[in-house]
C-alpha cells in the first residue's frame, strides 16, 4: 500500500485548506485511516482519524470544531477540511493507515505518506 498526501500550502491564518491522501491496492477500503502532523522541532501527533466506514472519527481537542475527517472509498481517498486556520497549525502532515488497537498514537499506524506541508502566516 502507498499513500500520496497533497493539498498542502501556504495560507493567512483565518483560511482553509483540504488535504487528500490517495492510497493505492484494496486495503484502502477495508482500513481504519488517520491524520497526524509534525511540526518542526515537535514530536508527531495525532489530528484526527476514521473508521473504514467513515461511521466513525476522532479529533484532537486542537482540531474539533475546525477540522473534518472524511473518506471516499470509491476514490481511495481520505480527506481532512482544515478550516479557521492558525499559525499554530504550521506542519507536515501525514496520512497513515490504522494497525494496532489503539487509536492516537503514531505507533499504531503504518504505510505513512510522504506528508504534505502546511504552513499558516499570522
Known amino acids: 500500500v502507498q499513500l500520496q498526501a497533497s493539498g498542502g500550502g501556504l495560507v493567512q491564518a483565518g483560511a482553509s485548506l483540504r488535504l487528500s491522501c490517495e492510497a493505492s491496492?484494496?486495503?484502502?477500503?477495508?482500513?481504519?485511516m488517520g491524520w497526524f502532523r509534525q511540526a518542526p522541532g515537535k514530536e508527531r501527533e495525532f489530528v484526527a482519524a476514521?473508521?473504514?466506514?467513515?461511521?466513525?472519527?476522532y479529533y484532537a481537542d486542537s482540531a474539533k470544531g475546525r477540522f473534518t475527517i472524511s473518506r471516499d472509498n470509491a476514490k481511495n481517498t481520505m480527506y481532512l477540511q482544515m478550516n479557521g486556520l492558525e499559525p499554530e497549525d504550521t506542519a507536515v502532515y501525514y496520512c497513515?493507515?490504522?494497525?494496532?488497537?489503539?487509536?492516537?498514537?503514531?505507533?499504531?499506524?503504518?504505510?505513512w505518506g510522504q506528508g504534505t506541508l502546511v504552513t499558516v502566516s499570522s
Open positions: 497513515a493507515i490504522r494497525r494496532r488497537s489503539r487509536w492516537f498514537q503514531p505507533a499504531d499506524y503504518d504505510y
Open positions: 491496492g484494496r486495503t484502502f477500503r477495508s482500513s481504519d
Open positions: 476514521t473508521t473504514w466506514s467513515g461511521g466513525t472519527t
